[in-house]
């Protein structure tokens, strides 16, 4: 399994808008081939801060999620509301249900 978590930071301003776009991704991101997790967590005590945990079956799975037309859109969409660039972190996914 291949995991990428990616942290943002969101302006103040703009964090129902990047919920909204973050649905949108989700929605279509959890039909692809190879995908096995696609959740968008909001930290608890700092609603302007996301982790997305995306899990796929392979790398090139996760890669083939990049040239999607959501993902691009979703890419496009929020870009300009990061307070920071955001940090994507891949990781082997060792244990997880269904294996």
């Known amino acids: 399994m291949y995991v990428t978590i990616v942290h ?3 302006k103040p301003d703009n964090i ?3 919920m909204q776009a973050c649905r949108a991704n989700h ?3 959890v039909k692809e081939p ?3 997790r696609f959740d968008v967590l909001q ?5 302007s801060r996301f982790v997305l945990y995306e899990a796929y079956k392979t790398k090139d799975d996760a890669a083939a999620h990049k040239d999607t037309a959501h993902y691009q859109k979703w890419r496009e969409t929020v870009a300009d509301w990061m307070a ?3 940090q994507g ?3 082997n996914g ?3 249900d269904g294996e």
């Open 8 to 10: 943002v930071a969101v």
């Open 16 to 18: 129902e808008d990047f």
């Open 27 to 29: 929605l279509e991101s």
């Open 34 to 36: 190879g995908n096995l």
């Open 43 to 47: 930290l608890a005590d700092d609603p």
């Open 84 to 86: 920071d660039p955001r």
């Open 89 to 91: 972190i891949t990781y």
């Open 94 to 96: 060792l244990y997880h």
